[in-house]
């Protein structure tokens, strides 16, 4: 019995270096080229908020006007790092879970380079004056069909993976990155054929990009990032997840009412009255969905404190689902009709949300994604178990100054909206000393990824140092907790029966 026992667990660590082996390009350039992206979205992101307290800051420069900048940084967020990690992380969670090793990793490789020169023509059309003006698409409209076509290309595997997968349960990670990689496609296609090939009314124009914008916040990246939570807590911890029912209630009500959100930022404007307020009540009802998910992932790693307080992973994990947490109460408070929406509908309360969403959830759940599936991939150890504690700390000091900042900011920016008699300067005034601590928060969240993307680039040369643990999951007094020593895919605790 214990010969049968051994063997099985040698053919599935085979299984595994192969599934490894056949994504190690592909994953690490999307990881890397996505990490890169993301300094210069900081960078950008300095410049723009610095020109907000010192509009003179670089007016030297024509293309790095405020405008420029803002929508740059933005842009890149999303389409440069946001996607990309997500499509690593994706391609990776996909392959594990349905136990198939990647057969056309020189596909998906040429799809990622086409994606980025997508982003790159992107960015520079906004520096040099040919963006849009949508937000979240200020893109020049002929790079959208060039991003979905390399999306299609690097995504089509994950569904016939997912097709040929050994008969069994789905595993509720599958459920989460299956809608996501579903959902995209409709979402990013639909608002750009009615806006860009179809154009019509210009108020209803900008309701799509209003609906596009928040479908991409909660039917992509929050799904992406659930999904690959609901696989690392189980995972490293070695508990099942703390409730099937719960699961399950998170994911449908995600499905059923966040499509309904983002005409509340037109509350006001000459569309169907119903329409703001139908918006406004599903973004509020965002909690459902988020502290369902939040609550059984935190109650799940609740009892492996000590796995937690170690593993470079769940630390930042955790982090995220805090961040969702946050990011729930947040989209409650500033969406309520007739009280907040009108002081943060027009002010920086929703780029406070937006960077709540982007990078205090989902980017530090992707922070402890990489962390976990790179050293996997690479066969090499981290070199530094203080550069991730410098990335994770600057990164939380910063992000919480830069959401706090924006969204109380934005609320005093808007009160002073709606005092008409004031002039203008005024209320600009307002907005002056939250700019100044967002600029000094992005200079520090800057410097702890540069020390990231470095990392990252050691890793993928693979000059990392090996190691017997995996993922630097050892305390100070010298104890190597359990969990993510262990590398075992087909967790039953972690599994949910598909619906019928």
Known sequence: ?????????????????????????????????????????????IISSAKVHSPTFLDCCSFLTYGRTQAAHLNLLVY????????????????????QTCKAAGLVLTAGHVWNLGVSLGVFGILFGYGTGIPWMEFPAFTWPVLLLSYLAILVWSFVQFKVRPEGS??????????????????????NIL??????????????????????????????????????????????VQSYSMAKMGFWSLAVIMPWAGMQKLMGAPIPYFLPYVGAAATILFFIPALSAAVNLLQTASSSKDVVMHSPTLRFTMAGLLGLIVMALCAAFINIPGSTLKLSQFSMSGYGFEILAIYAFFSFVMFGAIYFIVPRITRREWLSRRLIKMHFFISIYGIVLIALVAVFGGLQQGMGQEEFNQPWIAIAFRAYPYAWATTIAWCFILISNIFFFLHLLVMWLRLGRRSI????????????PHGEDGDIDNCGPGTVTPAH
């Open 1 to 45: 019995m214990s010969t049968e026992i051994s063997n099985a667990n040698l053919q599935d660590a085979q299984l595994r270096a192969g599934i490894d082996r056949s994504l190690r390009h592909p994953v690490m350039f999307f990881l890397t080229s996505g990490a890169a992206w993301l300094a210069v979205s900081l960078i950008l992101g």
């Open 469 to 480: 643990h995996p993922t630097l999951l050892i305390s100070d007094h010298g104890a190597s």
């Open 170 to 191: 789905v595993y509720i990670s599958q459920w989460y990155l299956m809608a996501a990689m579903l959902w995209f496609p409709w979402v990013f296609a639909t608002a």
């Open 80 to 99: 440069g790092w946001g996607f990309q990690v997500a499509f690593g992380v994706i391609i990776w969670l996909m392959s594990r879970l349905s136990r």
């Open 195 to 240: 806006i860009h090939i179809v154009p019509g009314n210009p108020v209803m124009a900008a309701g799509i990009a209003a609906w596009y914008k928040s479908a991409m916040v909660f039917l992509f990246f929050t799904p992406v990032a659930l999904g690959t939570a609901f696989y690392l807590v189980p995972k490293v911890t070695g508990r099942p």
